[in-house]
């Protein structure tokens, strides 16, 4: 059975730091290029990041909002992916999901149910 | 930055078809996906690559894309159809990625 589990989430100051991870299992995860996603309460899903496979190059790309402030890593060995989260706001408040849109034979991963990042004073 | 445009909300009676749209400037050139997300739960895929139905979605989920538009159809709509839909897609160099607003579909 596929599964991404969430971890890591709190609550944070203003200008604080935080490590998310995801732990998959039940795929090749060192296969499969992996995002980030967000929501916000009451808001809709907004995309956080990605990276590639290491076959693939195992680059990053960020959304405008994160560049230079959020760092997408990889641990193969391990099946987990983790989200450094620095110099946090309070817009960065919202619940934080690992996903992939790989699909074999159409049977597309389920996402975990997040990890909450709050942000406040 | 690269904008996916839906309308906010669409509502149709049981039975209908409901046809939720997602404009792009890249969608000639990239996939579309489509999610389900109901209250209170997570995402789901349910139209991934423009017209592909993922495993255990039912048939009356299709997805079409032409030119700037890609679609999302519901067939014969169901009270449990009710969710919000997001489409989600790249920009046309591939490395940025974005989802519409979301459509909240009603069913009554």
């Known amino acids: 059975e596929v599964q991404l589990v969430e971890s890591g989430g709190g609550l944070v100051q203003p200008g604080g730091s935080l490590r998310l991870s995801c732990a998959a299992s039940?795929?090749?995860?060192?296969?499969?290029?992996m995002n980030w996603v967000r929501q916000a309460p009451g808001k809709g899903l907004e995309w956080v990041g990605r990276?590639?496979?290491?076959?693939?190059?195992?680059?990053?790309d960020y959304a405008a909002p994160v560049k230079g402030r959020f760092t997408i890593s990889r641990d193969d060995s391990k099946n987990t992916l983790y989200l450094q989260m620095t110099s946090l706001k309070t817009e960065d408040t919202a619940l934080y999901y690992c996903?992939?849109?790989?699909?074999?034979?159409?049977?597309?991963?389920?996402w975990g149910q997040g990890a909450l990042v709050t942000v406040s004073a | 930055s690269y904008e996916l445009t839906q309308p906010p909300s669409v509502s149709v009676s049981p039975g209908q078809t409901a046809r939720i749209t997602c404009s792009g400037d890249?969608?000639?050139?990239?996939?579309t996906y489509w999610y389900q997300q109901k209250s209170g739960q997570a995402p789901v895929l349910v139209i991934f690559?423009?017209?592909k139905r993922s495993s255990g979605i039912p048939e009356r989920f299709s997805g079409s894309s032409s030119g700037t538009m890609a679609t999302l159809t519901v067939s014969g709509a169901q009270v449990e159809d009710e969710a919000d839909y997001y489409c989600?897609?790249?920009?046309?160099?591939?490395?940025?990625?974005?989802f519409g607003g979301g459509t909240k579909l009603t069913v009554l």
């Open positions: 996903n992939t849109v790989y699909c074999p034979n159409s049977v597309c991963y389920p």
């Open positions: 039940g795929f090749t995860f060192s296969n499969v290029w």
């Open positions: 990276i590639k496979s290491h076959a693939d190059g195992g680059t990053t």
């Open positions: 890249a969608l000639p050139k990239k996939y």
């Open positions: 690559e423009d017209t």
């Open positions: 989600y897609s790249a920009d046309s160099s591939g490395y940025l990625w974005v």
